[in-house]
């Protein structure tokens, strides 16, 4: 049953997801209210909602276009329900739009493996991830999986080796001329984001810890049950796949390098995790396991959801 509403990506499934999306983030939003909300809050959680939307049919649209799931809305109802395992997220402007960067950085390093436009593709990548460096500094680490890509899809031409390093000036300098015209603290706060801890003993409550352990084991789960069906994708979707596992590591290594720990930082893991998931349940031969799967998803999701309101 409710593998049928997603194993289809229709208007109707989108409208569900949105208003799903919509609930919750009023949910959260007025459970944790301020006595003194202002426009200016308004504004700002309006623009964290338009994120979190982007996101998700951009994940979903990475997904559909480098052809890493079937014509399903699966990937981004994955990612709505991962959303709910850490509900601070909702209001974390910050790591929302690093995220939704590294998203746009994942599309242009996926689309190298066609051969048109990739010394655009190589620049506009290298940009994303230094602009989502800008909001939370050690996704900059994903600069990486470009380079990685660039070896798989485009070693031949020196030119794209030197794309990333241009595209790194480009932003240093539109960030300086922020820095001196608006806000010049700008750069002593980034700065104090260049930090690293991995300690892990951050937990606010036990159900942060709960939650953190549950979404740990589902993806250990996923890792190793797609590690060990890769050899069986076509060939011709096979680097995709390399490079959403590699984003998966990377993701995993920000959260432990990252010196403000918290569950919330797991976020650049959701995007590999959810196409990790939606293979899960489309590879699946039997309709029982598929719809254990997501019914496990669902129910993990919510009761996290509402046991950290």
Not at 5 to 26: D, E, G, Q
Not at 54 to 63: G, M
Not at 196 to 220: G, H, M, P, Q, V
């Amino acid at each position: 049953m409710i593998t049928s509403l997603f194993k289809k990506s229709t208007p109707i499934n989108y409208a569900l997801v949105l208003l799903v999306v919509l609930f919750c983030f009023f949910l959260y939003h007025f459970d944790n209210a301020k006595p003194d909300f202002s426009v200016a809050d308004l504004i700002q959680k309006a623009g964290i909602f338009v994120i979190i939307l982007a996101s998700l049919f951009l994940s979903n649209f990475i997904a559909k276009k480098n052809s890493l799931s079937k014509d399903s809305a699966y990937t981004i109802f994955f990612f709505f329900l991962m959303l709910l395992f850490f509900p601070k997220l909702l209001d974390n402007g910050n790591l929302l739009v690093s995220n939704f960067f590294i998203l746009l950085s994942t599309r242009r390093v996926l689309s190298l493996q066609s051969d048109s436009n990739q010394k655009e593709k190589v620049f506009d990548a290298s940009l994303w991830v230094f602009a989502a460096a800008l909001f939370h500094f050690w996704a900059i680490l994903f600069i990486f999986v470009v380079f990685v890509s660039v070896l798989f899809s485009a070693a031949r031409d020196y030119r794209n080796w030197l794309l990333p390093f241009i595209a790194f000036i480009t932003v240093f300098i539109i960030f300086l001329l922020y820095s001196y015209a608006i806000d010049a603290a700008a750069i002593e706060v980034l700065i104090k984001k260049t930090t690293t801890s991995f300690k892990l003993d951050y937990f606010a409550n036990t159900k942060e810890n709960i939650a953190f352990s549950i979404f740990a084991a589902i993806a250990i789960y996923l890792i190793f049950s797609q590690i060990a069906a890769l050899p069986k994708k076509p060939i011709i979707v096979q680097s995709a796949y390399k490079i959403i596992i590699l984003s998966l590591f990377v993701g995993i290594f920000v959260f432990l390098i990252s010196p403000l720990k918290g569950n919330e930082l797991l976020i650049f893991t959701f995007l590999p995790l959810a196409i990790m998931a939606t293979n899960e349940v489309e590879g699946a031969k039997h309709k029982v396991r598929q719809e254990l799967t997501v019914g496990v998803l669902i129910v993990c999701a919510l009761y996290l959801f509402i046991s950290q309101l």
